[in-house]
């Protein structure tokens, strides 16, 4: 593993339920690091996405820490929360999120609506990210124009636009079919060869074994037998 930039240490969120107390994520340690292709693997319930939520600045721990890069995440307020999403994180999620009555481009555009990148800039960024990802011809379609494996490839150009240090993705081929579900892995899986990193969410343990480097497994909440090291993957 390379060096680690994104840790956590004892990280719980922990919710209250009338008398019920729900431990979403309790007491979990884990480490990412840099370049890697993570997997976090786990039926639903077992508190996989409430992590990724925590990692990704969308929530706050109710005990321990978060520590990406020197900065604890647990410890900043909300506005320095969007901050560090805007800058630092790609987010990509099963249902796409993409507003319906945007454009392809547009919606990569507004990636870039929360930080200081010039007008002109965001638009030539969002056209060199859609090109990216074969989408050169679907600058003016709207959603409902595009099949489920384009709207997630524009799903996949909005997190990239914003040139981030991490990317995560929840669930990010559920709502495919299996060629576009091997689309959307394949193109994770080079982006990850060019040196980005990659956290991916998913109940689909065949996927994480076949193109992530490790591979954490979560139920009811806490780690099962901690991390499971996999044979890193020949990119070559």
Not at 200 to 220: C, G, N, P, W
Not at 226 to 235: M, R, T
Request: hydrophobic share 35%.
């Amino acid at each position: 593993m390379q060096a680690s930039f994104l840790k956590t240490t004892n990280l719980s969120r922990i919710y209250s339920r009338g008398p019920h107390e729900i431990r979403a994520v309790d007491d979990v340690s884990i480490e990412i690091g840099q370049g890697e292709f993570v997997g976090i693997v786990g039926s639903s319930g077992s508190g996989k996405s409430t992590l990724l939520n925590l990692l990704a600045g969308l929530d706050h721990p109710t005990l321990g820490t978060i520590d990406f890069n020197g900065i604890d995440l647990a410890s900043l307020s909300r506005p320095k929360l969007a901050q560090y999403r805007a800058k630092n994180v790609g987010m990509i999620f099963q249902t796409f999120n993409l507003l319906p009555h945007r454009t392809a481009l547009e919606n990569v555009e507004l990636a870039l609506y929360f930080t200081p990148t010039p007008p002109k800039e965001r638009k030539g960024r969002a056209q060199k990210a859609l090109e990216m990802l074969n989408l050169g011809d679907r600058f003016e379609h709207k959603p409902n124009a595009l099949s489920g494996g384009e709207q997630q490839r524009v799903a996949v150009a909005r997190a990239l636009v914003k040139e981030p240090d991490i990317i995560f993705a929840d669930e990010p081929t559920g709502n495919l079919d299996k060629i576009n579900a091997n689309q959307i892995a394949e193109t994770l899986k080079r982006l990850n060869s060019e040196g980005l990193t990659i956290v991916l969410v998913t109940h689909d343990e065949h996927l994480t074994s076949k193109y992530a480097h490790r591979i954490y497994r979560m139920e009811f909440g806490s780690l099962v037998n901690g991390q499971k090291a996999e044979k890193p993957i020949d990119f070559s």
